[in-house]
């Protein structure tokens, strides 16, 4: 099931199997946990909104090959900001949380518009599609396209857990709507699996984005750059944030992760 599937059948059904291909490591790929989750708030909206930030808690493993269900609810709606909550559960306990805030745009004296500008990196053109990451095979590298551009690959033994590369979808129909960026925002491994010199068991444990800006006149085909760094690595976990950039160069997306690893 491609990712436009996946959030169609959630429009008029609270239950889904998304599928095997989705599978990372244990547990459903939790860029598409988020997205699945985004997309099902979206769909019990009145009306269109302004996403401005995400929570997510991945609490347990999800199977991806047996079904889940997918329930949102709005908190509290005022006049410019509205509150969201998600919960996925499967056999009957919560495997995941996300609280959603959405808020309209409105005139303010606050204006900071110049952000991060965008790397300088060879073009994607001229860069490898990701097979699979050092030895381990991801199925989902079937719906997504990854190209390092900078920086040391995941479990190469680096000293510095920060990198950067581009990502686009493959393989899927449809039109490139924002749970697909959600979904692509989680799409590589976490920074610090670059410091581990085998391949060690990792997963999410908490993540936070912040989204500047819409993806405006974007298609499925579309690379995006996205450029990571960790903060700090110790005791099992890690805590980097990451960035991501349109074709325009344009910066969208502030991402902020922490990390369990066990190893």
Known sequence: MDLNQA????????QITVGAAWFQGRSLFGGVTAALMLAKLQHILEQPR??????????????????????????????????????IRQNGAVAAVMLASFGEARESQALQAHSTPAPQWQKPENLCSKKDLNGLQLPFLHYLDLRWAEGAEAFSGADKATFGAYIRCQNQNGDFTLPHLIA?????????SVLLDKIVPMSSLTWTLELLHEPVNISLADFWQYQVHTDYAAEGYGHCEARMWDKNGQLCLISRQTVTVFG
């Not at 930030?53 to 609810?73: C, H, K, M, R």
């Not at 692509?184 to 610090?192: N, Q, V, Y």
């Open 50 to 87: 302004r996403l401005r930030s995400l929570s997510v808690s991945f609490v347990a493993p999800i199977d991806a090959a047996a079904p889940i269900t997918v329930e949102a609810q709005v908190l509290r709606q005022g006049k410019s900001v509205l509150q969201g909550e998600v919960h």
């Open 184 to 192: 692509m925002a989680d799409g590589f491994p976490p920074a610090p």
């Open 7 to 14: 959030f169609s059948a959630l429009k008029h059904n609270n």
